[in-house]
C-alpha cells in the first residue's frame, strides 16, 4: 500500500470505530482530531460525511471479500467448515457493532443503508460454488440454492432493520453463528 492508501485506510477505520460509538452523530471535527489530521486534510480525501461513510462501506464489506477468500484458500478444512466459516464471517473489529447505528444511518442516508442491503445482495459466487459443491458430494441434501440465500440475506436485513440483537443483547456476530448453523443443519443430509 502507498501513503495515500494508508491514510484512506487509517480514516476508514477511525470512522468505523467513532460509528461504533456515536452513529451518524459525530462530527468531521472530531473524526479529524481522532486521525491527529486537520478538517480540511481530511476534505482532501472525503468530500463530506455521506461520501465517507459510503467509502466505509465499500471497506468493511471489502475486508469481508478478503476474509472470505483466505478461508476458500484454506484447503485443511472440510467442506462444510469452509462452508459455515464463509457464511459467518464478519471482520472482528465490528463484532460489537451496535445494529442502531445502521437504523439510524438508513434513517439519515437512505440510499447508504440501501448500499448496505445491495452488497449483502452481492458477492455470492464463494458461497454458491461451497454449497453447490456439497449438493454433489453428498453432504448437504438437494435444496433451492436462491431460496437459501434469500432466507439468509432475508435474516441479516431484519438484523440491520430491527432492534433484535440489541433487546436480546446479543452481538451480530453470536446472532449470525446462530443463524448459519440453523440453516446448515436444515440441509445437511440426514
Not at 471535527?29 to 455521506?50: F, H, I
Amino acid at each position: 500500500m502507498n501513503n495515500e492508501q494508508l491514510t484512506r485506510a487509517r480514516i476508514l477505520n477511525e470512522t468505523s470505530e467513532l460509528f461504533q460509538k456515536k452513529g451518524v452523530k459525530f462530527t468531521m471535527d472530531e473524526l479529524a482530531a481522532q486521525l491527529k489530521m486537520s478538517k480540511k486534510t481530511l476534505y482532501n480525501y472525503y468530500s463530506d460525511k455521506e461520501d465517507l461513510f459510503s467509502h466505509t462501506i465499500d471497506f468493511v464489506f471489502d475486508q469481508i471479500m478478503v476474509e472470505k477468500k483466505q478461508i476458500m484458500e484454506q484447503e485443511d478444512l472440510e467442506l462444510l467448515d469452509k462452508t459455515a466459516k464463509v457464511l459467518k464471517v464478519f471482520p472482528k473489529q465490528y463484532e460489537h457493532l451496535n445494529f442502531q447505528q445502521i437504523l439510524t444511518l438508513g434513517e439519515k442516508y437512505p440510499p447508504l443503508y440501501q448500499k448496505i442491503l445491495t452488497r449483502l445482495e452481492n458477492n455470492w459466487e464463494m458461497t454458491i460454488e461451497l454449497l453447490e459443491e456439497g449438493k454433489k458430494k453428498g453432504l448437504l441434501r438437494n435444496f433451492s440454492i436462491p431460496i437459501f440465500q434469500s432466507m439468509y440475506e432475508a435474516t441479516i436485513e431484519h438484523f440491520l432493520s430491527r432492534s433484535v440483537l440489541h433487546e436480546n443483547k446479543l452481538t451480530y456476530q453470536e446472532a449470525l453463528n446462530e443463524v448459519v448453523e440453523i440453516m446448515l443443519d436444515g440441509i445437511k443430509t440426514k
